[in-house]
């Protein structure tokens, strides 16, 4: 991966601009730590803030354009300043959806397999009496994930998909991201 082209201030400040709801601005707060977290985990800290900042980014055209999902991104983000290989990566999270780049690095396919879990993970941490991720279970999220009613907006083939392609099994993509969240929720206050 290669230099981001934009620091997060102005990442941040571009999502801002396009993104004004506030579920919006946590998601790609919460992407952003999550993809943080397996940068270092997965021995790319050299990257942590590449992946964090597309992880940031990665729904910038969402909000505005919801039908043209990832399409919109390009443009949006070339007039930012931020380079090809990060729009590249942005928009390889809606392959098969609203895009036909396919994740080839690591952390794209981490970005793929792990934007709509976070969503569902999210969701079971606020039915929780904690309302946190602290005291979250592999098993109450499999209850979660099975259940096609809770969430439904979370789809349940796109994160098996992101598992396979990143050679994991589902529990193994649960317990990480479940981590990951733990990380950013304690960190949260700060961003």
Known sequence: MKNSKITREAALALLKEHNQEDFHIHHALTVEGVMRYFARELGYGEEEEYWGLTGLLHDI??????EEHCQKAPALLRAAGVGEDMISSVCS?????C???EPQH???KVLFATDELTGLIGA?????PSRSVTDMEVASLKKKFKDKKFAAGCSRDIIAQGAAMLGWELDELFEKTILAMRDFEGKAGTS
């Open 61 to 66: 055209d969402f909000e505005e354009y919801p």
């Open 93 to 97: 999270h809606g392959y098969g959806i």
């Open 99 to 101: 895009s036909d780049i």
């Open 106 to 108: 690591q952390m794209e």
């Open 124 to 128: 079971a941490a606020r039915m929780r």
